[in-house]
T-cell receptor, first 111, second 114 residues
Framework: SQELEQSPQSLIVQEGKNLTINCTSS?????LYWYKQKYGEGLIFLMM?????EEKSHEKITAKLDEKKQQSSLHITASQPSHAGIYLC???????????FGKGTKLSVKP | DAGVIQSPRHEVTEMGQEVTLRCKPI?????LFWYRQTMMRGLELLIY????????DSGMPEDRFSAKMPNASFSTLKIQPSEPRDSAVYFC????????????FGQGTRLTVV
């Protein structure tokens, strides 16, 4: 079965610093999703990547998909306290229909 | 649409009792997913449905867990009997498709079994 590994597991950065979170799949990625979760709440969709080499941005968050390496990265520029939370990558199993997630990266931003 | 609606938001029950979690997906969505989230194991896929039919229940931990989707607008996850190790946050999510569309999550049900 497909597995997603995220790194790092947790991250503490100073406000204004850049950071990168990585997601590696054990199998070919048909679709890669990034979600954000705040404690005690549901997951909020950030971005979806489907094509190798695809890159998307939303405000100060950029995600890339390297299909050959079965990896994706999430980059936050000039982090703010509002960026704090748990970031999860998710992957679709293609025709199988399932949607699985990595264990998440907990991000703390110190003001 | 109000989004994916889960109930209850919090549930505290005694070991051995039956627990039923409920989910109303977004209208028109063909897929419904049940997840369990714990600190140790992260977000685990328990089961998912396509057009009300269970497709893959390999993530259901034990026979004590069962899920149903009697119609397109309602699903339940039942634990009978419940055990302390079942304590977790349970999420329901729905999507129009697994290709090219995101899944929308409910706010979750925090289950505590004492």
């Amino acid at each position: 079965s497909q597995e997603l590994e995220q790194s790092p597991q947790s991250l503490i950065v100073q406000e204004g610093k850049n950071l990168t979170i990585n997601c590696t799949s054990s199998k070919t990625l048909y679709g890669l999703y990034w979600y954000k979760q705040k404690y005690g709440e549901g997951l909020i969709f950030l971005m979806m990547l489907q094509k190798g080499g695809e890159e998307k941005s939303h405000e100060k968050i950029t995600a890339k998909l390297d299909e050959k390496k079965q990896q994706s990265s999430l980059h936050i520029t000039a982090s703010q306290p509002s960026h704090a939370g748990i970031y999860l990558c998710g992957a679709s199993g293609g025709s199988q229909g399932n949607l699985i997630f990595g264990k998440g990266t907990k991000l703390s931003v110190k003001p | 649409d109000a989004g994916v609606i889960q109930s209850p938001r919090h549930e505290v029950t005694e070991m051995g009792q039956e627990v039923t979690l409920r989910c109303k997906p977004i209208s028109g969505h063909d897929y419904l997913f049940w997840y369990r989230q714990t600190m140790m194991r992260g977000l685990e896929l328990l089961i998912y449905f396509n057009n009300n039919v269970p497709i893959d229940d390999s993530g259901m931990p034990e026979d004590r867990f069962s899920a149903k989707m009697p119609n397109a607008s309602f699903s339940t996850l039942k634990i009978q009997p419940s055990e302390p190790r079942d304590s977790a946050v349970y999420f329901c999510a729905s999507s129009f498709s697994t290709w090219g569309t995101e899944a929308f999550f409910g706010q979750g049900t925090r289950l505590t079994v004492v």
